[in-house]
């Protein structure tokens, strides 16, 4: 399964005109780092994605397993936290970069299924692509020829 996005700089600073099949949006810069805030920012936009997709995996578990799940609340931040593992192992240490995330369910759930939908939540397929190793290439493309 191939998916296709394409970014283009915008006419303001930093402003990215991203399209997504036939969604258009656009992602900026805060204003503290020098864009108009026209948009999110790419943080933001991983963010986003994360919650999307884990809301998105619970719901499809909930409803195959025909849970009364009647809706789920997804907050998200990112922030460098401190590094864990000691000094011997080496882990460096100080901070590193993580995403904190919540999630609340309305329905009558019990505790055993709220528990197995956080447990589902972080196996949604976004949480799995930021936990492993991704290859990224990145190549130069010539005018003529802008698809990947």
């Known amino acids: 399964m191939s998916r296709n996005v394409s970014v283009n700089s915008g006419s303001l600073r930093f402003v990215q005109n991203i399209s997504v099949g036939p969604h258009v949006f656009q992602g900026d810069e ?3 780092n020098g864009g108009k805030d026209a948009g999110p920012d790419p943080f933001e936009l991983i963010l986003a994605a994360l919650g ?7 719901q499809m578990y909930a409803g195959r397993k025909q849970w009364p799940l009647e809706g789920v609340h997804v907050v998200l931040s990112y922030a460098n936290v401190p ?9 460096r240490l100080g901070t590193v970069d993580g995403i904190d995330m919540g999630l609340s ?3 009558d759930l019990s505790e055993a299924q709220q528990s197995r939908l956080l447990e589902i939540a972080g196996k949604c397929p976004i949480h799995r692509l ?3 190793p991704v290859p990224i290439q990145t190549k130069l493309l010539v005018p003529s ?4």
């Open 145 to 148: 020829s802008l698809s990947i």
């Open 105 to 107: 369910f309305d329905g």
């Open 52 to 58: 999307a997709c884990a809301s998105t995996t619970v």
């Open 83 to 91: 590094a864990e593992g000691r000094a011997d192992s080496g882990t």
């Open 130 to 132: 930021l936990t492993s």
């Open 30 to 32: 805060p204003r503290e």
